[in-house]
């Protein structure tokens, strides 16, 4: 079985320009979150979507946006992107939220975003 | 609102000796506890988890870590470690029912032969 999968792996932009990642859940897991890791540091948790809603939201600013698809993939979209917005994404997926009947979170290798 | 201090940013230890990775967790509620591993270039793999019962948690790549109430701490342990355990670690908490994970800064686990 194919684990999460996001895409691209690495991706560079320019400062005011939007960028979209994607990301597939392992087949039947129906909770996604993303996640920003800075050079350094450890992920900072942006988004939850569990069945299409979203179930939680980070400390980010508005230009991050994030939506889940009816087959449970999801994109993260970022606007009028800043060199500071440079690192790696990760998403991570569930089949439900932790805690329940001992699930666990599963990451992907992550999307690696540099802003000139 | 938790958080999650690892107390080492770097921790050299020579191939076969015993390490120990320490975490320390704030939270007003019941919290449940992750130690992830990260190799160069990858996403995190969950080495182990504390969400109740027995304190002390196996994990893979035999590693283990107890859970301590009273101190608020979670330290990871193996008792020989590979030049393979090369990698950055990472301690975090959430509350149940949620993926939002609060993750620690990070320890760099550096494995000389």
């Known amino acids: 079985d194919a684990g999460v999968t996001q895409s691209p792996t690495h991706l560079i932009k320019t400062r005011g320009q939007h960028v979209t990642l994607r990301c597939s859940p392992i087949?039947?897991?129906?909770?996604v979150s993303w996640y920003q890791q800075v050079l350094g540091q450890g992920p900072q948790f942006i988004f939850q979507y569990y069945e299409k809603e979203e179930r939680g939201r980070g400390n980010f600013p508005d230009r991050f946006s994030a939506r889940q698809f009816p087959n449970y993939s999801s994109e993260l979209n970022v606007n009028a992107l800043l060199l500071g917005d440079s690192a790696l994404y990760l998403c991570?997926?569930?089949?439900?939220?932790?805690?329940?009947?001992?699930?666990?979170?599963?990451f992907g290798s992550g999307t690696q975003l540099s802003v000139l | 609102a938790q958080s999650v201090t690892q107390l080492d940013s770097q921790v050299p230890v020579f191939e076969e000796a015993p390490v120990e990775l320490r975490c320390n967790y704030s939270?007003?509620?019941?919290?449940?506890l992750f130690w992830y591993v990260q190799y160069p270039n990858q996403g995190l793999q969950l080495l182990l988890k504390y969400l109740s019962g027995s304190t002390l948690v196996k994990g893979i790549n035999g590693f283990e870590a107890e859970f301590n109430k009273s101190q608020t701490s979670f330290h990871l342990r193996k008792p020989s470690v590979h030049i393979s355990d090369t990698a950055e670690y990472f301690c975090a908490v959430t509350k149940p029912y949620t993926d939002k994970l609060i993750f620690g800064t990070g320890t760099r686990l550096q494995v000389f032969p």
């Open positions: 991570a997926s569930s089949f439900r939220l932790l805690g329940q009947d001992n699930e666990k979170l599963f």
């Open positions: 087949s039947g897991h129906k909770s």
């Open positions: 939270s007003s509620v019941s919290v449940y």
